[in-house]
């Protein structure tokens, strides 16, 4: 399996995995969510790494972030799915417009 990064703005990056990907769920989320962490992982998706944890990340998609972990052997655990807070939206894009492009 094979992983691919490219750092973006604040710590984000693109995560993206090829080949037969193992998610282990967990938690017993649907499969729907396991097969939208599965989509994104072979697409390739933002992704924040944990700056302390390695191979730990949140990955956003729409409006929810999954809370994974790469393991050393390749295999995805799914740990928690929860709610993107909109307030932390709201928060970014503030910050993104304050910033001064040059």
Do not use: C
């Not at 302390?52 to 790469?70: N, W």
């Not at 740990?79 to 307030?87: E, M, N, P, Q, T």
């Amino acid at each position: 399996m094979k992983q691919m990064f490219e750092k973006g703005k604040r710590g984000a990056m693109v995560l993206q995995l090829s080949g037969k990907i193992v998610i282990e769920n967990l938690r017993n989320y649907p499969a729907e969510t396991v097969r939208k962490l599965r989509d994104r992982l072979t697409s390739g998706g933002e992704a924040r790494p944990e700056p302390r944890r390695q191979g730990f990340y949140d990955v956003e998609i729409d409006s929810q972030v999954f809370y994974i972990h790469r393991t050393p052997k390749g295999k995805v655990l799914l740990l928690a799915v929860w709610a993107r807070d909109k307030r932390q939206t709201v928060a970014e894009e503030k910050e993104l417009v304050a910033q001064p492009s040059f």
